[in-house]
C-alpha cells in the first residue's frame, strides 16, 4: 500500500445495496412481476430480517404495464430496505376485459404472502401504491380485500387485502371520466375491450370497477390520492370524488392536488416524492 492514499471503510452488511430480480411467474396464466430487493450478505435471504413490502401497479390504460418504468424512483426503497414489487397484469387488448386486472393484481399478492420466505418479505402491511389505471387498481385492492368475487384457486390460503394505498392521477369514477372522453378515438373499441361486446352492461360495468362506488362502510386502509390540476386525460375531479367518499364513511384519507401537473411527467416534482415516501415510511416503520 502507498503512503497518503486514502483509505474507505467496506460495507460488510451490504446496507443501501438493492438488485432487481425480474421474471418471476406469479399465475398459472403467464403473468409475472419482478422484485427490487435489498442485497442480501452471500445471497442468503434466509438469514435477513423480512423487508416490509410496496406493492407498485403501473398505468397502462388497463393494457400490459410496464415494468421498468418508474425503477428509478423505486429503486431508492430498496436501497432503504424496502422491497418493491411491480406487477403486469393481463391486457384489455389481448381479449381480457374487466375485471381481470384486478384479479392478476390479488393474485400477485397473494403469491408474495405465499413466498414470503424465499424472498425475506415482510408481508404482514402492504402499501399498493400505483399511477392511473394502477391508481385504479391499488383503489380498488384496498376496497375490496379478500372479497371472493375476485379470488381464483391460487394461493386461497393466503390474503389479498393491502393496509395502504397511495394512489396517483386514478380513473375513480369510470361513467364520469368516460363521458369527459367522449370524443376520444376508437372511443368504442375501448369500450368493447374494457367492458365486453355488450353496449347494455357498459354502464354497469363501469360503476362495478369505480372505487367511488365500492365505498362502504366499515374498515378501509388509509389512503393517499394525489393528483394534477392541469390533467388533460383524467381530471382531478376524479379525486375529489374518492375523496368526498372516501370521508362520508369516516376513512382515513389525505389528498394532495399537484398545481398544474399533467398525467405523468411534470407531475413527479420533489416535494411530490418526497410526500409519498413519507407516507410509504409512516405505514411501514
Same mark, same amino acid.
Request: proline share 8%.
Given at each position: ?93 389481448? @381479449?381480457? &376485459? ?11 399478492? +397473494?403469491?408474495?404472502?405465499? /413466498? #414470503? ?112 390540476? @392541469?390533467? &388533460? ?11 368526498? +367518499?372516501?370521508?362520508?364513511? /369516516? #376513512? ?34
Amino acid at each position: 500500500m502507498i503512503q497518503g492514499i486514502p483509505q474507505l471503510p467496506m460495507n460488510p452488511s451490504l446496507e443501501g445495496q438493492a438488485e432487481l430480480i425480474e421474471h418471476i411467474v406469479y399465475s398459472e396464466n403467464g403473468q409475472d412481476l419482478s422484485l427490487l430487493l435489498p442485497w442480501a450478505p452471500n445471497d442468503d435471504r434466509s438469514a435477513q430480517i423480512p423487508h416490509p413490502l410496496i406493492l407498485f401497479v403501473q398505468g397502462s390504460a388497463w393494457t400490459t404495464p410496464n415494468l421498468g418504468y418508474e425503477i428509478p424512483m423505486l429503486s431508492r426503497y430498496a436501497e432503504e430496505g424496502y422491497a418493491v414489487a411491480t406487477i403486469r397484469h393481463r391486457s384489455t387488448e389481448n @381479449g381480457c &376485459p374487466f375485471p381481470a386486472f384486478l384479479i392478476d393484481a390479488k393474485c400477485a399478492i +397473494r403469491f408474495l404472502r405465499a /413466498n #414470503a420466505a424465499k424472498y425475506a418479505l415482510n408481508t404482514e402491511k402492504i402499501v399498493a401504491f400505483g399511477t392511473s389505471s394502477g391508481g385504479n387498481t391499488v383503489c380498488l385492492l384496498g376496497l375490496t380485500g379478500d372479497d371472493p368475487e375476485f379470488q381464483t384457486p391460487e394461493y386461497r390460503e393466503c390474503s389479498d387485502a393491502v393496509q395502504s394505498v397511495i394512489s396517483c392521477f386514478a380513473p375513480t369514477d369510470l361513467p364520469a371520466l368516460f363521458e369527459h372522453l367522449s370524443d376520444f378515438p376508437d372511443r368504442e373499441a375501448v369500450l368493447t375491450a374494457y367492458f365486453g361486446p355488450d353496449k347494455a352492461r357498459w354502464q354497469e360495468e363501469m360503476i362495478r370497477y369505480s372505487p367511488v362506488f365500492r365505498v362502504k362502510d366499515g374498515p378501509l386502509p388509509p389512503f393517499l390520492l394525489l393528483h394534477g390540476t @392541469g390533467d &388533460p386525460l383524467v381530471p382531478c375531479s376524479q379525486l375529489d370524488a374518492l375523496y368526498t +367518499r372516501l370521508q362520508e364513511v /369516516n #376513512a382515513q384519507v389525505r389528498a394532495c392536488y399537484v398545481t398544474g401537473a399533467e398525467h405523468e411527467g411534470n407531475f413527479w416534482g420533489p416535494q411530490v416524492r418526497a410526500l409519498i415516501h413519507e407516507e410509504i415510511v409512516s405505514r411501514l416503520k
